[in-house]
């Protein structure tokens, strides 16, 4: 009974949103004060405990919201400054095929984002970087999500996994385990189901663009998933030989930022060259691109869609006639356009060329000094942002972790805090660790890189804030209802627990739903375990917590009904990894940057399915190994 009250709340949640498209503003705050009562009726959580715990939540969500802020803040400051525009073209120079710049930037990009700094940043800068280059902003936020899958286990530096492991290390060694040995197979394994899931999320991509996306049907066949296939199955391979060795010999730190960095390098290089690159190029119409919203007659009269079928069919002729007369017009003047364009193009060409060499001349300092107006922000400055933002994450992520007692380690610790009368730290907030705080640092050093007048700065700052103004709501309710659900155990009250038939005392909302799932499906927990790890990441918006709240359950539940627990514990990993293109927080942040706010429940059913088939292939893929 307690599972099914628990699971209520995040029922309320996906119901409104994903059912009835209620936005997430109106959505999550519902969802809380529901989550409230039930707490307070049925885990006798006093009101104190209640207002404590969602004073915490929206203390936390500003760790969030400086995140979406300071992503927001240098997607802004980059197009104020006409940097964007030369960002979009060196994407659209080495190839326009939407379904190729897909993989670069959603997935081998985000994968380093979430490789560096994790917590949602990937999707944040990803989702606006593919919107900019012309991606329909629905389908930016949409791919950004789903390609931030695989990385997420080995995110942040390999935070996740090491939690996973710092769970249950303990309980290895009382059972008379090696902890060391069992980190490194949990490691291994779950590198080698995220890698089994590679090439159907690169897949599950191009499906969703080309067969959703498309504005016509001619641009909606079969071929073109067909013929990008053998980029995907080389980007794959590329990717995954570096994750699964890396994997194996270094531990779970740099799994995903050494695969994704090395992966991006040799992709960008060989597509430069044309290398598996379909000749036929699947692009974005213009139309789709600044439409937010598509049209629906499921609400018009009948006589009403049938008027604006006559007027269409009366308009297409005219255009029709006018086409026509166009087209002649064209046929007199095309010897004369091709000669002129020939000559100007030669012409050109000859310029630019001569350009190239001279700046290919000269030194890197001068190339960053460079004024050239007539020509936009040269490409290596338009990529100084981002370059920073990638080398100072990697590094202070790497150096801490590598490192701990070091001045780097140390910015883990420096917090600013909010104590009790009692001297408690109520709420703490680590301000020097936090990526959105780099984030922001690099948008003020851009003012001077991209040498932005005032005016523009002002620009990008107001509009940073005023998108972000749109994800508070629902990230703040949303991270309180977390709170609640986690810590809402009363041990005073005893219960028998589904999978062990031990009475002890309640657990939190949270462990009682997982301990209901369990019991459920004991008899398949191969199937069950990765799902638990979506639940677990849809409703705390994190692989770590995920892992945090649901991987001493896991271990022992592996232990109850004889399965492998390494094997178990590595789907509890990957399953938290999928659910991050379903968690709230997420679907909220990447909205929030992509100005898609308000369209949460259209992401999370359209990536509802991904998922779903994700959860799917990893059991099965369990299933097999342990065979």
């Not at 290919?360 to 920073?388: C, E, M, N, T």
């Not at 990638?390 to 883990?412: E, F, N, Q, W």
């Not at 104590?419 to 936090?434: H, I, K, Q, S």
């Amino acid at each position: 009974m307690y599972a099914v009250l628990a699971f209520i709340p995040i029922l309320f949640v996906i119901g409104f949103m994903v059912a009835l498209n209620v936005p997430a503003k109106k959505a999550i705050p519902g969802g809380w004060l529901i989550c409230c009562i039930i707490a307070f009726l049925f885990w006798k959580m006093d009101v104190s405990g209640l207002v404590r715990q969602t004073a915490i939540g929206f203390l936390e969500s500003f760790s969030v919201l400086l995140v979406i802020f300071g992503a927001v803040l240098i997607m802004n400051t980059l197009s104020e400054a006409g940097a964007m525009d030369s960002i979009k073209g060196m994407f659209c120079g080495i190839t326009t095929d939407a379904r190729v710049q897909a993989v670069m930037i959603g997935f081998l990009f985000g994968a380093f984002i979430e490789g560096a700094a994790g917590f949602g940043t990937p999707a944040a800068l990803a989702g606006p970087l593919m919107a900019s280059v012309g991606f329909h902003p629905l389908a930016a936020t949409a791919i950004a999500l789903i390609c931030n899958s695989v990385p997420v286990p080995f995110g942040a530096v390999g935070t996740p996994t090491n939690t996973a492991i710092t769970v249950v290390s303990d309980a290895v060694v009382n059972a008379g385990g090696n902890s060391e040995v069992f980190a490194s197979e949990v490691t291994f394994y779950s590198a080698v189901l995220m890698a089994l899931t590679t090439l159907a999320v690169l897949l599950a991509v191009i499906v969703i663009e080309v067969f959703l996306f498309a504005e016509t049907p001619e641009k909606r066949r079969l071929k073109y998933v067909v013929e990008i296939l053998p980029f995907l199955v080389y980007v794959t391979v590329l990717f995954n030989g570096c994750y699964l060795l890396i994997a194996r010999f270094l531990g779970p730190e740099l799994v995903s930022l050494g695969a994704s960095a090395i992966s991006m390098s040799v992709v960008l290089a060989t597509s430069r060259k044309g290398v598996l690159i379909p000749k036929d190029k699947w692009e974005f119409s213009q139309s789709a691109k600044g439409r937010t919203n598509t049209q629906s007659t499921l609400f018009r009269s009948g006589f009403l869609v049938k008027i604006q079928k006559l007027m269409e069919r009366h308009f297409e002729k005219k255009y029709a006639l006018l086409d026509q007369e166009i087209d002649s017009l064209n046929r007199l003047k095309e010897a004369e356009m091709k000669e002129v364009l020939k000559e100007e193009g030669i012409q050109l060409k000859q310029l630019e060329k001569e350009l190239d060499d001279y700046w290919k001349r000269q030194s890197l300092i001068k190339r960053l000094h460079r004024k050239d107006f007539l020509f936009g922000v040269p490409i290596l400055r338009a990529w100084v942002p981002y370059i920073l933002i990638g080398i100072v994450l990697a590094l202070t992520r790497v150096i801490s972790t590598l490192r701990p007692d070091s001045l780097v380690g140390a910015m883990k610790n420096i917090r600013l805090a909010i104590l009790t009368p009692d001297g408690e730290v109520f709420w703490g907030f680590a301000f020097l660790w936090n990526p959105g705080g780099i984030f922001i640092i690099v948008a003020v050093c851009s003012i001077f890189i991209l040498r932005m007048r005032m005016v523009h700065v002002r620009k990008a700052w107001v509009k940073s804030l005023d998108q972000v103004r749109g994800a508070a709501i629902p990230l703040m309710f949303g991270v309180a209802m977390v709170y609640v659900l986690r810590n809402s155990a009363n041990p005073s009250m005893e219960v028998c627990y589904l999978i062990s038939g031990k009475t002890a005392g309640m657990g939190s909302m949270l462990t009682m739903m997982a301990d209901g799932l369990g019991y459920l499906f004991k008899d398949f927990y191969l199937w069950v375990a990765p799902l638990v790890g979506v639940v677990g990441s849809f409703i705390s918006g994190s692989n770590t917590v995920s892992n945090t709240l649901f991987g001493g359950l896991q271990f022992e539940t592996a232990a109850l009904v004889g399965l492998p627990q390494v094997i178990v514990l590595a789907l509890q990993n990957a399953g938290g990894a999928i659910g991050n293109m379903i968690c709230v927080n997420n679907v909220v942040s990447a909205c929030a940057t992509t100005g898609m706010s308000g369209s949460e429940g259209r992401i999370i059913r359209l990536n509802i399915i991904p998922c779903l088939l994700l959860w799917l292939l990893l059991a099965g893929c369990a299933a097999m190994i342990r065979v």
